[in-house]
């Protein structure tokens, strides 16, 4: 992957090339929530933080590395060298140090998956991964002893994702900070939602937060482009919450989003191996086109199998993403299907990033 990440991935926030009948798929509008109509009007000041997130997979090690030698100091924000928070008091930190010190995704479950409310709840469970999202909702959340109102959680992939977002739902807040990134940056929108298999994401127990993903690069390599493209993400999304803490969001006209459909294993034998691959003329397109028929996984005999759609999928193009992940393999996920869709922006996503901007707490020098 060279240093091109960004621009390459700027592709998506054109007009798509095909119509798209966004009848019953446009997020709600409305008002914004009572929660974020209850937080501080825009360019007061509050007392929360914004929480960044590396290393919540232990064999990640780009933003981990970006974290240790750049993040943001307390009493001295603007120091050279340092990410650019601009003017916001920032909380940095590894979100699974354990794994991250063995150099494994995780140690008993995958710690972006322990964040759901009925398992964190439960006194029975006791794996590391749960104590330690137990342990950053008691310390960071936004109830916690050092409030943060906005989580960005950083991730590699060795999927060819370039510089990305993923976004949870649709909460308006979460929206509108998307489409201000997706405005500056060019970025492509995976918007994962109606998916029983995969739940508890760290950022969605924040009041508003997203996934800052960049690939490929393999699991445990440190690769320098990966690294500066994650920090110009950040950057950019810290710049955008000032603006908003401020009052002066910039929003588009419209958000591309490529919303989740379903997630595609490999063909597989009966005793759960791997019966084909997937085709060379698929792997690495991510965010490209893939229509009936087209080429898709490769037998062991040289055959072709071509993609048939899903029931439910069936009205067309798809656009996989996370192709090939190699942490995904023991998910039964080889890639996941979207739909590209253009949805208006709403007014109300940010009045709502707005007013839960307003209680974002200003950074103290020494």
């Given amino acids: 992957m060279g240093d091109g990440m960004a621009s390459e991935a700027a592709e998506p926030s054109e007009e798509p090339s095909e119509p798209l009948n966004l009848l019953g798929n446009a997020p709600p509008a409305g008002p914004a929530s009572a929660a974020a109509a209850s937080l501080p009007r825009p360019g007061s000041r509050g007392s929360g933080k914004v929480l960044l997130v590396a290393g919540t997979h232990g064999n990640e090690r780009n933003a981990p590395w970006l974290i240790e030698q750049a993040a943001p100091a307390a009493g001295m924000p603007d120091a050279a060298g340092r990410i650019d928070a601009a003017g916001l008091a920032v ?33 029975g469970r006791q794996e590391r991964e749960v104590a330690r999202a137990r342990a950053l909702l008691a310390a960071h959340g936004a109830a916690g002893a050092d409030p943060c109102l906005v989580a960005i959680d950083l991730h590699s992939t060795t999927a060819a994702m370039g510089n990305s977002l993923v976004v949870y739902g649709r909460r308006p807040a979460d929206l509108a900070l998307a489409a201000a990134l997706q405005a500056s940056l060019g970025l492509p929108i995976y918007l994962h939602e109606a998916d029983a298999r995969q739940t508890g994401f760290l950022v969605e127990r924040w009041p508003c937060g997203l996934v800052i993903e960049v690939g490929p690069v393999p699991q445990g390599v440190l690769a320098a482009a990966v690294i500066r493209q994650t920090r110009l993400a950040v950057e950019q999304t810290l710049q955008l919450l000032a603006a908003a803490r401020d009052g002066r969001i910039h929003q588009p006209r419209g958000l591309v989003v490529h919303r989740h459909g379903c997630s595609l294993d490999l063909p597989r034998h009966p005793d759960g191996s791997a019966a084909a691959v997937v085709h060379p003329l698929r792997q690495a397109r991510d965010w490209q086109p893939l229509r009936a028929g087209d080429p898709l996984f490769l037998s062991p005999d040289g055959t072709t199998i071509p993609y048939e759609p899903p029931a439910g999928l069936d009205r067309g193009t798809v656009w996989p993403v996370f192709i090939n992940e190699a942490a995904y393999g023991e998910k039964g996920i080889a890639m996941s299907l979207t739909q590209r869709e253009v949805w208006p922006v709403e007014p109300p996503w940010a009045e709502a990033l707005q007013a839960l901007a307003g209680g974002l707490r200003t950074a103290v020098a020494a």
């Fill in 91 to 123: 909380v940095s930190l590894i979100g699974n140090p354990a794994a991250h010190a063995a150099g494994v995704r995780y140690l008993d479950r995958d710690l972006n998956r322990s964040f759901v409310p009925e398992l964190l709840a439960d006194p």
